[in-house]
Antibody, heavy 120, light 111 residues
């Protein structure tokens, strides 16, 4: 069974950065994409970007360009999402999700448990 | 911005059928990009319900079905059960955004 396990909750100061990890197990890490999606309380899902670990190719949502960096360590099957210049609006839950297919057929079939970031 | 529009809420009685719409544009659903649907319970991660427009992962009951036509997609749930109460999100790729996008989510209430 595939599992994505994220790092724990974070409390950060405004203007600082946060780095969240997502470790994948149960399948070949390099075969898939890993995306990051965030969700404010009671709100919808917001796609932030994704990485194809095998080729180290990233694609970021325009809203987060210049502020988000997604990296992958294939030796540990771990993906990282770093978000900088934090404000109170970044106080949401962040999810990683495994993606199958190409961008236009993408399916997120397994998700991490979520990581709450509080900016205060 | 949300480019896939869903109704904020739908409701139905146990045993009934409900549908949840997802309206997009020629930049996403209308471009024949795949639509997937996700189910989310409070304080848990989303779960894949339907992919490739109308395919179900193993373990998802056939009470859940989906379709797509033009610039819209829809999720149908038959034989409503109290455990179906959740938030449902549609998803597709958008060429204008150059990335994945989700609908705003629809809260299903089973009366």
């Amino acid at each position: 069974q595939v599992h994505l396990v994220q790092s724990g909750a974070e409390v950060k100061k405004p203007g600082s950065s946060v780095r969240i990890s997502c470790k994948t197990s149960g399948d070949t890490f390099n075969k898939y994409t890993v995306a990051w999606v965030r969700q404010a309380p009671g709100q919808g899902l917001e796609w932030m970007g994704r990485i194809i670990p095998q080729f180290d190719i990233t694609n970021y949502a325009q809203k987060f360009q210049g502020r988000v960096t997604i990296t992958a360590d294939t030796s540990t099957s771990t993906t990282y999402m770093e978000l900088s210049s934090l404000t109170s609006e970044d106080s949401v839950v962040y999810y990683c999700a495994r993606g199958k297919g190409v961008d236009t057929t993408m399916v997120y079939d397994f998700w991490g448990q979520g990581t709450l970031v509080t900016v205060s | 911005q949300t480019v896939l529009t869903q109704p904020p809420s739908v409701s139905g009685a146990p045993g009934q059928r409900v549908t949840i719409s997802c309206t997009g544009s020629n930049a996403n659903i209308g471009a024949n990009f795949d639509v997937s649907w996700y189910q989310q319970f409070p304080r848990t991660a989303p779960k894949l319900l339907v992919f490739g427009d109308n395919k179900r992962p193993s373990g998802v009951p056939d009470r859940f079905s989906a379709s797509k036509s033009g610039t819209s997609a829809s999720l149908a749930i038959t034989g409503l059960q109290p455990d179906d109460e959740a938030v449902y999100f549609c998803h597709s790729y958008d060429t204008d955004l150059r990335g994945s996008t989700f609908g705003g989510g629809t809260t299903l209430s089973v009366l």
